[in-house]
């Protein structure tokens, strides 16, 4: 089969790249913003950058003779520059879809997320027919919800033609902790500092839905595999909550309302002092749990860590400083993150090179 994949060197990118490589019977090609500068003879690598429509022909060849597009890309920095973020996720979905229907592609599988989800209403587990909304304040939540409207219309357009949408919960593994670093973490402060943390002060009420990104990857398998159809509830049982979030830290949940954690993070967000925005708590407190069940008949899906695993895991992988071998999930040092910021600015205004 041959797999054109976009974000081929991200979180979950690189666990399938790894993953289809496994199986030893596909065709691979990877698009990443940043190539590997040494890849595998198994993988055809194309430098595309998806926030401008100047990645239209990179597309076009690299989904030539395709059987799937599997697109996974995605913006979470700089989280000041919302114009960019909205052109690599909203924008790069528009793109990737255009570039399939002129290809001819047969079937598109679009890495989703709980994020699409709208608010949920009370504490149970809500499949796949919950509506898909998105958090109004979050502003992650809203192009994701985005993007699933763009791929109803490429559904419309298209109806002989198979489109899959998988909706995990936060996906993480042990080789993301620098690039979650990179993303939440000041770059002054080292990575060992996330086991010194005496308190956490947190709203006893987060629930968030986690799943390993292996896991992930092996429902897409599944998913390529039968050529699966609509959208599939990607958790692991139980969910991460903020106790589960303290131990990990090796802290003491100190409780603090919502309202006033998200009062500090907008102040800190405000002024430059970390880069991740008040959407992602507003978004940990409204989505709702998910339940799995579609997937688990439907694909024989089972996830192999459960949530307080996968987010432990993180947490060392972060305080370990843990890297991959692509570009995206490169080591993270001080010294380095230090220099970055001086000459390019911090990373949440600092544009992509």
């Known amino acids: 089969m041959r797999i054109a994949i976009t974000g081929a060197t991200g979180n979950i990118g690189s666990a399938l790249v790894r993953r289809l490589r496994a199986e030893g019977t596909h065709d691979l090609v990877g698009l990443a913003r940043r190539p590997p500068e040494v890849g595998g003879d198994d993988v055809t690598w194309h430098a595309a950058d998806l926030s401008t429509d100047a990645c239209h022909e990179t597309l076009l060849e690299a989904f030539r003779d395709a059987d799937a597009v599997v697109h996974l890309a995605w ?80 559904e419309a357009a298209h109806p002989d033609r198979v489109v899959t949408r998988l909706r995990p919960g936060i996906v993480g593994q042990r080789a993301a902790g620098s690039a979650l670093l990179r993303y939440g973490v000041p770059a002054m402060v080292p990575a060992r500092a996330l086991g010194l943390l005496p308190v956490l002060p947190m709203d006893r009420g987060l629930v968030v839905p986690m799943v390993h990104t292996d896991d992930v990857a092996e429902a897409v398998a599944a998913v390529l595999r039968q050529r699966a159809a609509g959208p599939f509830n990607l958790a692991a049982d139980p969910p991460v909550t903020a106790e589960a979030i303290a131990d990990a830290l090796g802290a003491r949940l100190v409780h603090v309302p919502a309202p006033v954690v998200r009062a500090f993070m907008s102040a800190t967000w405000h002024a430059r002092l970390q880069q991740v925005d008040t959407g992602w708590l507003d978004m940990g407190f409204a989505l709702p749990t998910m339940d799995t069940t579609r997937a688990r008949v439907e694909l024989g899906w089972a996830p192999t860590k459960d949530g307080p695993d996968v987010f432990a895991e993180v947490v060392a992988g972060m305080q370990d400083a843990a890297s991959g071998r692509t570009p995206a999930l490169r080591p993270r040092t001080v010294l380095g993150a230090v220099g970055d910021a001086v000459r390019r600015g911090p990373v949440a205004v600092r544009r992509r090179p």
């Open 75 to 154: 913006g979470f920095q700089p989280s000041h520059d919302l114009t960019y973020l909205a052109e690599t996720g909203i924008g790069g979905t528009r793109r990737v879809l255009r570039a399939a229907a002129v290809a001819d592609v047969p079937h598109v599988v679009h890495m989703s997320s709980v994020g699409a989800y709208a608010p949920k209403t009370d504490d149970r587990p809500v499949d796949e027919s919950w509506p898909t909304e998105g958090v109004p304040t979050s502003r992650y939540s809203r192009h994701k919800s985005a993007a699933e409207r763009l791929l109803d219309q490429h």
